[in-house]
């Protein structure tokens, strides 16, 4: 990767943040402009190729030694996306609760530990963070997170429940659903936090989940056996759909609804069982509504793509808490530059930041082109200094040297 001459344009919000004092403020642009723009965007990496990172230490220094809060940061962040209307949440809105495995190999890392990641299918060597993001028609972005640790009393449903606290009590997001996944459905008092506020939820049973029905508690996988099903049209889907208010063990009475998608493929689509406290909600809008938890998985799958979600080897707790927090703003940055519409379909790569991604790479391109324009044959030189430093690699543990390509 070339030298990062310049900082992005889209990192000039920061200017705003009254948390952050103007050195503070520089050095933020400066980290959210590596983990746009960065191949490699480590501290170590982000400092070698973005020139305004005045070194290493001056990076290592605003993520574990500078006195900043990233909560109020990330308070900042949000109240930013609220003055654009392509970003602003409203109460038709969707929160999203769940959580994502970083892989890692290192044993010193905060919070590493062996967690089951449900997109590997598998145990893994990690990091697991619990997040809760914003979604609805026309925007989506993360919203907070917290770091799982296993030597910590807290559990995912606790992590989960203050978060729920932060957004409801000192956010003020006007969402009035959340959306989960099974592992989170199972808790009864994280149903009942998100209720105590006079919320709705809708999320997965797993098959073997207790229903009341015809007197007797059977797995809801069994009841499926026994209902017929209507077929029903969607947003241009068939589904074989069964819904009715029943009695779920440790949820009560809820919104139960039974469905599988019906294809044209010899493959069978696996049967979906959902619950929801919106009593009176047709099976169309339970079906649409849960459609708006796609957006959470493309931020994952974005921000460890290209956005260094994965690449913090700080091993102070502080340092890697305000990394994620710096992530999430660059994602959100990215939200508010050029071309950052999310319009199309909730379920479409739409939803995705690789248009905005494609504009900041392109901006740093002629932000180099133009330093090389402008600069005199002296400054050009020196140019040229920092390309052999990123390309040349120093000597390896086995003496030998390589390159960066």
Same mark, same amino acid.
């Given at each position: 990767m070339l030298p990062i001459t310049d900082l992005l344009s889209c990192t000039e919000p920061i200017n705003e943040f009254e948390s952050l004092s103007p050195e503070q403020q520089h050095h933020a642009k400066t980290y959210t402009t590596g983990l746009v723009a960065a191949s490699n965007k480590t501290v170590a990496g982000i400092a070698r190729e973005v020139i305004p990172a005045q070194g290493k230490r001056a990076v290592n220094k605003f993520l574990t030694e500078y006195d900043w809060d990233e909560d109020q940061v990330n308070h900042e962040r949000l109240e930013e996306l609220q003055k654009h209307g392509e970003t602003r949440w409203s109460q038709d809105g969707y929160i999203i609760l769940d959580d994502s495995v970083n892989h890692k190999t290192g044993k010193e890392l905060p919070g590493v530990g062996r967690f089951y990641d449900h997109a590997e299918g598998e145990t893994v060597w990690g990091q697991n963070l619990v997040y809760a993001f914003y979604a609805d028609e026309k925007t989506a972005y993360p919203l907070a997170f917290r770091l799982y640790d296993d030597d910590d009393d807290r559990t995912k449903y606790d992590l989960a429940r203050e978060?729920?606290?932060? !957004?409801? +009590?000192?956010?003020?997001?006007?969402?009035?659903?959340?959306?989960? +996944?099974?592992?989170?459905? &199972?808790?009864s008092n994280l149903i009942d936090h998100i209720e105590s506020y006079d919320k709705d939820w809708i999320g997965p049973l797993r098959s073997n989940r207790q229903v009341t029905y015809g007197g007797e508690e059977i797995r809801v996988d069994a009841l499926a056996e026994r209902i017929d099903t209507v077929e029903r049209e969607i947003d241009n889907e068939t589904y074989k759909i069964w819904t009715q208010k029943r009695s779920v063990s440790e949820l009560g009475e809820v919104r139960l609804l039974i469905a599988e998608k019906v294809t044209e493929e010899d493959d069978e689509n696996p049967v979906r069982y959902f619950a929801s406290n919106k009593i009176g909600a047709p099976s169309e809008h339970l079906i649409r509504s849960y459609s708006f938890r796609w957006p959470v998985e493309v931020f994952f799958e974005d921000s460890k793509q290209d956005l260094g979600f994965g690449d913090c080897e700080?091993?102070?707790?502080?340092?890697?808490?305000? &990394?994620? &927090? !710096?992530?999430?703003?660059?994602?959100? !940055? !990215?939200?508010l530059g050029p071309e950052s519409s999310a319009s199309g379909t909730q379920c479409s790569k739409a939803s995705s930041i690789q248009v905005q991604l494609e504009y900041a790479l392109k901006e740093a391109v002629y932000n180099l082109f133009s330093w090389v324009r402008d600069h005199p044959k002296q400054a050009l030189d020196e140019l040229m200094e920092e390309i052999e430093h990123l390309f040349l690699h120093s000597n390896g543990s086995d003496g030998s040297k390589g390159w960066y390509l």
């Open positions: 978060i729920i606290t932060e !957004l409801e +009590d000192e956010v003020g997001v006007p969402a009035d659903t959340y959306l989960m +996944d099974s592992w989170f459905t &199972h808790d700080v091993r102070d707790e502080g340092g890697a808490s305000r &990394h994620w &927090h !710096l992530q999430m703003l660059a994602y959100s !940055l !990215l939200r």
